[in-house]
């Protein structure tokens, strides 16, 4: 993995996607991470140079975001979310196992090279607490077997697949994904019983919102804007 | 009351992410409708409508809209705020994966009210799968010609930039979010002067809550008394209440603002089973708690004023009473120290010693001065900082203490592990005997 001549020409492309190319930045850093694994200081310098900035002006843009990785990761990234009510309802424990089958403790990478380990926070899935995330893809109501049987899968190289989500993909194919290179993959997944909780329950119980009138109250301003 | 499936409505089939999906059940028909009128009757119909914004604060939109200055030679922009972090907040992703047009489609009426020609979507970089929905929804939008040059003939042009963020809490605070999507530290910015006036490149900026934006279409379709049938006088609308924690059925649950956290409770089936309610929080970490004798109030923002916290997020977080509360608040404090951006000392300072004061109650080892020590630092906090970060860090102790003060008199002798068995409050409790 290195920076390309394909990775320059990517960048001078999501520059040119803003009115302003320094707002490119932060995809762009996703998009040398997606190159080499980690943000290096010549994938900082290629931004920098993309931009107009300094390495200094990017390097202080890159150590804010805990995304943005300064040491090699595992061939999947992990992360157990240890914030309040995913660690309640299991987190913790979830984190413990994982951390001692690995091994390795937070921001740590195993002997083997396979897995890293993050204590992540909120991720905006505590109806499916506890959550786990394997290379930033959801793992929903997790448990301690369920995590460990993960983990083992994922140490062997075998296809795991996100709860909601895709197959589990490279760090770096997500990393690419999310500086803004679409991966063909956002058909996959399903919407899950706790997105389609309260639906359920609506049409269980005959339960639906009133209709709204035949037409819009702007559609006669529309149509006579139209005649005239 | 009951629930009133809207937004959620056809999250049932398969193709509900999708442009088809979408289109079938009536989307983008109100482009060319809110396109065919003068952008000041679009602001109209918002601020008749009553709708108030959905990422926490609730303040009016309509009125947010109104105050983009016009005629100011400048170039204005929308930015919908997607980084959805508020530990407990887990509605604006799943809209995200499951029906990623209605924002789409809302961004439209949005940006044509405002008269921006560019808008951004701000996704928080964890979540790839939302961006990925997202990503494809404006592409499908572009080829069917809801966005780029000239849209529907209508002499409006709207570009849409999906932006990932990259890992900070912080981002989701407005101004923040402004200096991230600039290519900067996600720190906050003194206010005034407010977005509307200098935001994104100094130009005037409205910044919308992915459920606020997504609610748009519904009001351009249906118009202001439909909407304003749902919920109360101050709190019109219908709501996306994610129900998490120690319930049965945890999960999305679209209802009319007012809903009451008991009816919530029935439609999720209850507090676990075997099991009594402790606390609750109605909107995020980020607001004061709540207990059971508060179910009967009506989930709005003036009913959660009254009782001294928020609705914040509409995404409540219930335990029951195999959860520790020092335990609960002390992780929060860990989450308000990590996510603190460091530029206000009160903030970056104040967490770092809450967090470690909190660790004690934790582990057994406060002295009881440290209850006091912990509410002064609170206060030191509170007010202090540019943002609300500080504040919502100062939040969580006050009421945990006046609710709970002997959980935290007993963290001077026992650790909460000792008094609250960390495996019962497990979802996965049981389930070996089972």
Same mark, same amino acid.
């Given at each position: 993995?290195?920076?390309?001549? $394909? ?12 009115? $302003? ?25 290629? =931004? ?32 157990? =979310?240890?914030?309040?009510?995913? %660690? ?12 001692? *089958? ?16 993050? *204590? ?5 899935? =505590? ?11 959801? &793992? ?77 109250? &702007? ?10 | 009351?009951?629930? #009133? ?72 922009? &929308? ?66 010609? !809801? ?23 912080? =981002? ?48 351009? @379709? ?6 304003? $049938? ?92 195999? #959860? ?6 002390? *992780? ?18 104040? #967490? ?8 004690? !109650? ?17 206060? $030191?906090?509170?007010? @202090? ?12 102790? %006050? ?9 935290? &008199? ?25």
């Amino acid at each position: 993995m290195a920076l390309t001549e $394909q990775t320059r020409a990517d960048a001078v492309d999501l520059a040119g996607r803003y009115p $302003q190319s320094r707002s490119a930045l932060l995809p762009m850093l996703h998009l040398v991470q997606s190159a080499e694994g980690t943000v290096t200081a010549d994938g900082i310098a290629l =931004c920098a140079d993309v931009i107009g900035l300094t390495t200094a002006e990017v390097a202080a843009v890159a150590t804010f975001y805990t995304m943005y990785k300064r040491h090699k990761v595992g061939r999947v990234h992990v992360g157990v =979310c240890t914030n309040t009510l995913c %660690a309640v309802l299991g987190g913790d424990a979830i984190w413990s196992a994982v951390s001692e *089958r690995l091994g390795v403790g937070h921001d740590e990478v195993s002997a083997d090279g396979a897995v890293s380990l993050e *204590r992540i926070e909120c991720q905006a899935a =505590c109806t499916n607490a506890p959550v786990m995330t394997a290379n930033w893809e959801f &793992l929903d109501d997790m448990d301690v077997p369920r995590a460990l049987e993960v983990i083992a899968k994922l140490q062997a190289g075998e296809e795991v697949h996100s709860t909601r989500g895709p197959r589990i993909g490279t760090f770096e194919e997500v990393e690419r994904a999310l500086a803004g290179f679409p991966d063909g993959l956002a058909g996959e997944g399903r919407n899950d019983d706790k997105m389609l909780a309260g639906l359920t329950y609506a049409k269980a119980h005959g339960m639906s919102a009133p209709p709204g009138p035949a037409a819009s109250p &702007l559609a006669a301003g529309a149509a006579s804007k139209t005649e005239a | 009351m009951a629930l #009133t499936p809207i937004l959620t409505a056809h999250w049932d089939e398969p193709d509900s992410h999708t442009i088809g999906g979408y289109r079938r059940h009536g989307g983008y028909d109100m482009v060319p409708v809110s396109l065919g009128v003068h952008p000041d009757e679009v602001i109209a119909l918002v601020k008749e409508s009553g709708l108030r914004g959905r990422g926490g604060a609730g303040f009016p939109t309509g009125m947010k809209w109104g105050f983009v200055p016009q005629n100011d030679g400048k170039p204005h922009y &929308l930015v919908v705020n997607a980084d959805e972090s508020e530990p407990g907040a887990c509605k604006d992703i799943p809209l995200m994966l499951a029906n990623p047009h209605s924002l789409v489609e809302g961004c439209i009426h949005a940006a044509y009210a405002i008269r921006a020609n560019h808008a951004f979507i701000y996704i928080r970089g964890e979540v790839p799968h939302a961006v990925r929905r997202v990503t494809a929804a404006v592409a499908e939008a572009y080829a069917a010609g !809801f966005l780029g040059k000239d849209i529907l003939g209508s002499g409006f042009d709207l570009d849409i930039v999906v932006h990932s963020g990259a890992g900070a809490y912080i =981002c989701g605070e407005e101004t923040a979010l402004l200096d991230s999507l600039e290519g900067r530290r996600g720190q906050p910015r003194l206010k005034p002067p407010f977005p509307a006036v200098a935001g994104l490149y100094a130009s005037p900026t409205v910044i919308n809550n992915v459920e606020t934006i997504a609610n748009i279409p519904t009001i351009i @379709r249906n118009g202001a008394d439909w909407f304003k $049938q749902f919920g109360t006088e101050k709190s019109p609308g219908f709501k996306l209440f994610a129900v998490s924690g120690h319930v049965e059925r945890p999960g999305i649950y679209e209802a009319s603002l007012g809903t009451t956290m008991r009816e919530l409770l029935e439609y999720a089936g209850g507090v676990r089973a075997g099991h009594e309610l402790k606390f609750w929080i109605p909107g995020g970490s980020s607001v004061p708690m709540l207990l059971p004798e508060h179910l009967d109030t009506p989930l709005t923002y003036e009913d959660m004023a009254g009782l001294g916290t928020m609705l914040g997020t509409g995404t409540p977080m219930v335990f029951d009473e195999t #959860t520790s509360v020092v335990r609960a608040i002390s *992780r929060w404090m860990h989450f308000y120290k990590h996510e603190s951006c460091g530029k206000c000392t009160p903030c970056r300072e104040g #967490t770092f010693w809450l967090e470690q004061m909190l660790e004690r !109650f934790e582990a057994g080892t406060a002295i009881e001065a440290d209850i006091e020590t912990v509410d002064e630092i609170c206060k $030191q906090i509170a007010g @202090r900082s540019f943002c609300a970060l500080g504040d919502a860090a100062a939040t969580p102790y %006050a009421p945990a203490l006046k609710y709970f003060r002997e959980e935290f &008199l007993a963290g001077t002798h026992t650790s909460a592990d000792e008094l609250f068995d960390p495996v019962a409050a497990t979802v996965f409790a049981g389930a070996a005997a089972r």
